[in-house]
């Protein structure tokens, strides 16, 4: 049940995007088009799942048994870098057109603040290791979501008659905070 | 001092070894998913202009550069590059260099607000493509209808909508993509060589006192310039309208002297906007839409 909870609260309730503010980079940069969002959603999702999975490893059996907390955000910074390099390879071998479509935003996941934001957040939470990632899995979901919504209304955008003022990085920033807004209903639901 | 060595050398033992075994992650994980690639791919990518533009007909300049490799396009396939680009590729390549035929756009229409009828008000969607479908607000079914899909179309910033609500070309800056052309749901711009002089400003295919009465500026195919060509079947009456055969046609301006609509118009491209009571270049009020580079 518990993993359950953790899930949907970091798909949902606490959405990295859009109640946490991490990771708007990509969520702006890569929710041009429909297809492209969701493959980068997946391709981050697969890095925030992993990344969950090694630092709670390195978490546990290096930092905390040999006394080196100091290290953890070194630690997991490598981690992180290392997982994005291996994704973006298998990307490139598998959908060079993905590979080209994501552009520099594949390599700028190794900076995206919820790969690294999860990490530390289940290092303070306690999580165990299912709980981890579970965590991290719900955390690329969340992203995914956003990315997909985002996407979708900028989609249905490129229609609307925009105010001149308003067109591009403006109107998008709107999107972005009336998202927010319609997410802060989830606030209060469940608090894990 | 023991304590502190102790953390020093566990330190840079997970550190290391953290390090080490990413990397021969990655080594590994290097060698299984490499991906062979043509480093000239790279470098003619480099030579083209890179707006993904597609007048050459492949899917983007990638799509280009890979056939230009595999020597299945020819050098001068970049049609938005011109003789620049056609060079560089010849000699990254170490091909043969060829002519670069220049192409430019031209808008087939002189239909503006002040010449055509109206009889109709559209609300709709305030893009060429929508407006076609319930028939724009002029009376011409085949003219301009002036909502610039056009000049959104133009990744070149070489064309806008004058105050008379029709596209014009800035000659200067056109490469000839044909991005406009295939944005025209009418069909009102062609892309031609840059050498032709004679055009029909008209693609209205009505009979004559109809589309006089639609547009000041229509063909009303009273078949003048197809008499006074020099040479015979040049010019033809088709469906209400003339038709030059380019290939054939003389560019002279004698098929133009006795038009009685001043619809067929002969003319260097600078003049032949200016012919059609418009200031060549930026000045003169032109009332610039937005590029489409400030876009989502």
């Keep these: 049940m518990r993993i359950i909870l953790i899930f949907i609260s970091a798909a949902l309730i606490n959405n990295f995007v859009l109640t946490y503010f991490l990771g708007l980079c990509p969520f702006l940069g890569v929710s041009k088009r429909f297809d492209t969002a969701v493959n980068m959603g997946l391709a981050t999702t697969f890095v925030t799942t992993l990344t969950a999975v090694t630092t709670w490893l390195i978490q546990h059996y290096i930092l905390e048994r040999y006394n080196l907390l100091f290290l953890q955000n070194v630690t997991f910074i490598i981690a992180i870098a290392g997982l994005v390099q291996l994704v973006e390879m298998f990307i490139r071998k598998t959908s060079i057109a993905l590979y080209r479509s994501l552009g520099i935003y594949l390599p700028l996941i190794t900076t995206n603040c919820i790969v690294l934001g999860l990490a530390l957040f289940a290092a303070l939470r306690d999580y165990t290791f299912v709980e981890s990632v579970f965590f991290g899995a719900g955390a690329g979901v969340g992203f995914t979501i956003a990315l997909i919504i985002m996407s979708g209304i900028r989609e249905e955008l490129e229609f609307a008659d925009v105010p001149e003022v308003l067109k591009g990085a403006p109107i998008t920033l709107l999107m972005a905070g009336m998202l927010a807004l319609a997410f802060m209903g989830f606030a209060g639901l469940l608090s894990v | ?296």
């Excluded at chain 2, 060595?5 to 080594?27: C, D, P, Q």
């Excluded at chain 2, 014009?168 to 944005?183: H, K, L, N, Q």
């Excluded at chain 2, 009102?188 to 009505?206: A, Q, S, T, Y």
């Design chain 2, 1 to 296: 001092m023991h304590l502190l060595g102790s953390a020093f050398v566990i330190s840079i033992l997970a550190m290391g070894g953290l390090g080490f075994g990413f990397a021969v992650m990655l080594a590994i994980a290097s060698k299984k998913f490499a991906v062979e690639e043509d480093p000239m791919v790279e470098k003619i990518l480099g030579c083209l202009p890179g707006t993904n533009c597609g007048a050459c007909g492949y899917a983007g300049c990638i799509a280009l550069a890979e056939e230009l490799v595999g020597k299945s396009a020819p050098v001068n396939a970049c049609v938005a590059g011109g003789q620049d680009v056609a060079d560089a590729v010849a000699s990254a390549l170490g091909a043969e260099r060829m002519e670069a035929k220049r192409m430019i756009a031209v808008v087939l229409c002189r239909g503006g607000e002040a010449e055509t009828a109206r009889g109709a008000a559209y609300r709709g969607d305030r893009t060429c493509a929508a407006a076609n479908i319930t028939g724009g607000e002029k009376n011409c079914a085949y003219s301009c209808m002036g909502y610039g899909d056009c000049v959104d179309a133009c990744k070149f910033e070489s064309m806008a909508m004058n105050s008379n609500g029709l596209p014009v070309v800035f000659y200067d800056r056109c490469v000839g993509c044909g991005a406009c052309a295939r944005a025209c749901p009418r069909d009102i711009i062609e892309m031609h060589p840059e050498d032709r002089r004679l055009f029909v400003f008209c693609k209205n295919k009505d009979r004559g006192a109809q589309a006089k009465k639609d547009c000041k500026v229509s063909c009303i195919a009273c078949g003048l310039c197809v008499k006074d060509c020099e040479v015979p079947g040049a010019i033809e009456l088709k469906d209400n309208l003339a038709v030059i055969n380019h290939d054939i046609c003389p560019q002279n301006d004698v098929p133009t002297r006795r038009c009685p609509t001043k619809c067929i118009l002969f003319g260097e491209p600078e003049k032949m906007t200016s012919e059609a009571g418009q200031p060549a270049g930026l000045a003169g009020g032109w009332q610039a839409r937005a590029s489409n580079s400030g876009r989502l």
